[in-house]
Every structure is written in C-alpha cells, then in structure tokens.
C-alpha cells in the first residue's frame, strides 16, 4: 500500500522541492501548486495545469519519501517499536520528535 502523499512532507522535502522547481524539472507548477497538490493527496489544484509535470511530481515525492528519515514521535516509538526496529534493520534512518521538535535519530549501527 502507498504511503500517502501528505505524510511525505518535510521541511527536507519541501526544501528539494524548491531546488527542482527552480531547475524547472515540473514545467509549468509553481511551489505553491505543488505543495497544494502533495497537501491534498494528489488532487490538481486547478484545471489546465500540466497533468504530466504533477505525475512527475508525485513520483518523484514517493521516491523521495522512500529515501527520507522517517519520523515517529515518542508514542509512537512506545507503541510501534517491533516495527520500528524492523524498518531500521531494512535500512531506513528513523528520527523521534517530542512535541513536534526532533529529539533522536536512530539507524543501523555500521561494523
């Protein structure tokens, strides 16, 4: 199952985001109409904007949420730690936030 768009934003995200809109990578979407449609789950933000540039888009932001840190907060960590392990014994970095402040990191310890 796909990891919806919304959970994909970060300010990492975000931030990559500009850079490749100033590369004109998504011709015709501006930041605001990306971040609008990464917001509303792959919804077009208004007609006549360039359908292949937002499919672009989204490929693109799954791609790079797959390779991002993934963050839990602290309930989750109490809650989910088998599954946490198991993502980070995949590979995944995973950061803990506390009160929407990011507090740890945790990985796979390198030999």
């Known amino acids: ?23 004109d990578r998504f011709p015709g979407v501006t930041f605001k109409d990306a ?11 208004r007609s006549r904007l360039p359908a292949r540039s937002f499919l ?18 602290a309930t989750e960590l109490k809650n989910k730690t088998g599954e946490i392990i198991d993502e980070v014994l995949r590979g995944r970095t995973i950061r803990i936030a506390k009160h929407g402040r990011i507090i740890a990191e945790i990985r796979a310890a390198t030999d």
């Open 1 to 23: 199952m796909k990891r919806p768009l919304e959970r994909a934003i970060d300010s990492d995200l975000a931030q990559a985001l500009k850079r490749e809109i100033e590369k």
């Open 35 to 45: 971040m609008e449609f990464l917001l509303s789950g792959g919804i077009l933000p």
């Open 56 to 73: 672009a888009l989204e490929d693109w932001a799954r791609a790079h949420a797959e390779t991002a840190p993934r963050i839990y907060t």
